[in-house]
C-alpha cells in the first residue's frame, strides 16, 4: 500500500512528489508522456526558469526527484482507477498498485481549430496563452481566433504587447456593438469572413485565408475556442465538476470525494507552470497533513 499514487508527470504532479518525498512518503507518478506544452520551445513566467524548454524543464525534475528512494516515476498512461474501502487501486501497464490518496494531475487539453491547419503551428506561432507567448510578439502583426465575448476579450488584452491585431470571428455574428465599439475605440480590425485556412513556411504562420479568397498577413495568431480536461478519471470517480475552473475543490486541491485531490490546470483557470508547481507543493502538503491525521500525529 502506497502513500500516493499521483497520475500526471508535469509540473504539479512533479511538485507534489518533491513534497511529499521530503516527508518520507511512498510515492508513485504516472506519467504518460502526453504533454500540453508538447511543442512549445520554451515555458515562461516561471521565475529561475523562465525561457527554459518545456522537456528540459521535466527533465531537470525528474533528475532533482531521484535523490528520494521513496518516490518513482512509471513511465506508463493509468487504464482505470477504482476507489474501495482502504483507498485507491490504480491500474497502468497491466499492473495493479494501491494507495491510501490519490492526486490527478493530467491538466488540460486545447481545443485545437484542427479545420484551419492549426496543428502545424501550433506552439510556435499560434498560441493560445499571452503571458506565455505575447512578449516574443511585441509590435507584431497578431490575429486572435475566437467568437463573441472571448474573443474579443482576448484581442483586447493582446493590446498591451502590439497595435497591429486582428480579430476573426470565424463567421460568427456574436458580437455585440458595445464590442464593436471597444475594439474599434483600440484599433482592433474585426473580419466576420470564414477563416479557410492558415498558410505559412514549416512552423512560421504568414497568411490566413478566408472562404472568400481574401488573405491577411500575420506573423501569429492566438485562439479562444476552449479546452477541456485531459482525463475523465475525476469524473468517473465522481468528484464535483465545475464548468468554468473545471474540477471543484477547496484551497488545498481535495475534492468533493474524500482522499482525491487535484493540482494544475485541471483545477484553476491560471493555467501558468509556475501556478501547477504551487499547487501541486499546496496540495502534497495537505496530502501529507492528511495522512499524519490518520496516523494519529495530529
Not at 59 to 84: F, H, M, N, P, S
Not at 112 to 134: E, I, K, M, N, T
Not at 136 to 147: I, S
Not at 263 to 273: E, K, P, T, Y
Amino acid at each position: 500500500m502506497l502513500d500516493v499514487i499521483v497520475i500526471g508527470g508535469g509540473p504539479a504532479g512533479l511538485s507534489a512528489a518533491l513534497v511529499l518525498g521530503r516527508c518520507v512518503r511512498n510515492v508513485m507518478v504516472f506519467d504518460s508522456g502526453s504533454y500540453r506544452n508538447a511543442q512549445s520551445t520554451s515555458l515562461h513566467c516561471y521565475l529561475g526558469h523562465d525561457g527554459i524548454a518545456p522537456q528540459d524543464f521535466r527533465d531537470e525534475c525528474r533528475k532533482q526527484l531521484a535523490r528520494y528512494e521513496t518516490v518513482v516515476i512509471v513511465d506508463q498512461k493509468v487504464t482505470e482507477v477504482t476507489r474501495g474501502p482502504g483507498g485507491f487501486r490504480v491500474v497502468a501497464g497491466g499492473r495493479s498498485f494501491e494507495s491510501s490518496k490519490l492526486l490527478i494531475a493530467t491538466g488540460v487539453s486545447d481545443e485545437l481549430p484542427d479545420a484551419l491547419g492549426v496543428a502545424q503551428f501550433f506552439g510556435r506561432s499560434v498560441h493560445v496563452c499571452p503571458y506565455c507567448d505575447a512578449w516574443e510578439l511585441k509590435n507584431a502583426a497578431v490575429a486572435v481566433y475566437g467568437a463573441g465575448e472571448k474573443g474579443a476579450g482576448l484581442a483586447l488584452m493582446l493590446r498591451r504587447w502590439t497595435h497591429d491585431l486582428v480579430l476573426c470571428t470565424g463567421g460568427s455574428g456574436e458580437l455585440s456593438a458595445a464590442l464593436r465599439a471597444k475594439l474599434f475605440e483600440h484599433g482592433i480590425a474585426v473580419e466576420e469572413g470564414r477563416v479557410e485556412a492558415l498558410e505559412g513556411e514549416g512552423d512560421c504562420l504568414q497568411k490566413i485565408r478566408f472562404e472568400s479568397g481574401k488573405t491577411i498577413s500575420r506573423q501569429a495568431l492566438f485562439f479562444t475556442t476552449g479546452q477541456h480536461q485531459r482525463s475523465e478519471l475525476m469524473r468517473s470517480l465522481g468528484c464535483d465538476h465545475n464548468q468554468e475552473l473545471g474540477t471543484v475543490c477547496d484551497d488545498d486541491g481535495l475534492t468533493s470525494v474524500d482522499g482525491i485531490y487535484v493540482a494544475g490546470d485541471a483545477s484553476r483557470d491560471v493555467q501558468l507552470v509556475i501556478m501547477a508547481a504551487a499547487e501541486g507543493a499546496k496540495a502534497g502538503s495537505a496530502i501529507n497533513k492528511a495522512l499524519m491525521k490518520a496516523e494519529g500525529l495530529m
